[in-house]
Each structure stands twice: as structure tokens, then as C-alpha cells.
């Protein structure tokens, strides 16, 4: 069974700093990694597919990297409004739709 | 833009049948794959299930057993329902839109807002 491991947990950022998530797959995935932003109350929001894929309307700040089975997410410079749980997610390798437990992006 | 919007009842008694629908507005439920998602309070999120437009459908080893997820073209919706559920069934029941092929089934680029199910007597 297909695994998804991220890591850390829990990040503490400073507004205007750098963060990086990252995301283990226990077998290889190719690119097949999407990654989302959920807020409280609120539904996941796409920000990357294909591993470094910005979504429609996503801003700069965000990028993602990787293959395999190692992927990041790097938020450039913290907003406000990027404080929030992240999560990683393969698409393709059967069962497909795997989640990886979440990373908290929390202020400083 | 695509909307998305699930709806049914939020309190289900353990051993029932959880049963819900999504409902798709500004666009066509045809050429897509449309999901179920879940997430329990305070959890992660866990894919239930999926099913193509024209009936096809994929569903979660860890649940295929009490899962059954159809479709009606000509209402634009697609429902979910869940055997003998438990406790361990409560949570907030997304519905998602995925790719135009398999190899993007379960990548979501529009949302439900979610809906709470609480399974307790």
C-alpha cells in the first residue's frame, strides 16, 4: 500500500519568511503529486498538480519540486493568508486519491 | 465558474445508511470524474471513492464494501451512500471534481464546502 509522509508536522514561520514542506512517497510516483491548502471551515484548495504545476490563479510564492518518491512545496515569502494546513496527495498509482497527514503552517 | 454543493441529512444512528448528494452547477457533470472525500474532526483527508460520468466506478479498498456512488446526468448529480456506518464514519463528506482522464481521476480542482455528518444515536 502506497504511503504518503510529510513532513514537518507542524512549521513555525515568521511573516515574510521562506517555508518548505516536504512529502515522501513510499514507492515511486513519478510527478503525479498535487498539493493543497486548507483553511479552517473551508474546503482543500489546489495549488500544484504535476509536481510543480501552479493551479489557476495561484500566486508566485508558491512552487513545487521533486519526482519519484521525494516532492516539495516552498512558499517564497509568508503571507497572512497562507498560515494554514498543507497536504500532499499522489493521483495515479492505485488506490489513487492518497493523502499525505498534513503539515500546519503556523505564525511565528 | 464550477459549483459544487452537497446536501443531505447530518445526523445518521450507527448501523444505517449515510446517504448523499452532490450537486453540480455552471457546468456539465459529463467528460469527468467526480469524488467523495472525507475528513474526520481534526484529521487528515481520505478519498472515498470516484465515478465517471457515463457510470463507471472506483472506490477505496479500505471502504469498497459499504460504499456505492451513482449518477444522474440529467439532474447534473452524483451521491454517495455508506452502509452500517459507525462512529468511525463521522466527518465532513466533500465532494470534488477531477480530471477529464483516469490518469487525473482524483485530482481536484473544484470543491464542495463540505457537509458534516455526525453518526450517533
Do not use: H
Amino acid at each position: 500500500e502506497l504511503v504518503m509522509t510529510q513532513s514537518p508536522a507542524t512549521l513555525s514561520v515568521s511573516p515574510g519568511e521562506r517555508a518548505t514542506l516536504s512529502c515522501r512517497a513510499s514507492q515511486s510516483i513519478g510527478g503525479n503529486l498535487a498539493w493543497y491548502q486548507q483553511k479552517p471551515g473551508q474546503a482543500p484548495r489546489l495549488l500544484i498538480y504535476v509536481a510543480s504545476t501552479r493551479a489557476t490563479g495561484i500566486p508566485a510564492r508558491f512552487s513545487g519540486s521533486g519526482s519519484g518518491t521525494e516532492f516539495t512545496l516552498t512558499i517564497s515569502s509568508l503571507q497572512s493568508e497562507d498560515f494554514a494546513v498543507y497536504y500532499c496527495q499522489q493521483y495515479n498509482i492505485w488506490p489513487p486519491g492518497t493523502f499525505g497527514q498534513g503539515t500546519k503552517v503556523e505564525i511565528k | 465558474q464550477v459549483q459544487l454543493q452537497e446536501s443531505g441529512p447530518g445526523l445518521v444512528k450507527p448501523s444505517e445508511t449515510l446517504s448523499l448528494t452532490c450537486t453540480v452547477s455552471n457546468g456539465s457533470i459529463s467528460s469527468y470524474y467526480w469524488s467523495w472525500i472525507r475528513q474526520p474532526p481534526g484529521k487528515g483527508l481520505e478519498w472515498i471513492g470516484y465515478i465517471y460520468y457515463s457510470g463507471s466506478t472506483y472506490y477505496n479498498p479500505s471502504l469498497k464494501s459499504r460504499v456505492t456512488i451513482s449518477v444522474d446526468t440529467s439532474k447534473n448529480q452524483f451521491s454517495l451512500k455508506v452502509t452500517s456506518v459507525t462512529a468511525a464514519d463521522t466527518a465532513v463528506y466533500y465532494c470534488a471534481r477531477g480530471g477529464v482522464a483516469v490518469a487525473a481521476a482524483t485530482l481536484f480542482d473544484y470543491w464542495g464546502q463540505g457537509t458534516l455528518v455526525t453518526v450517533s444515536s
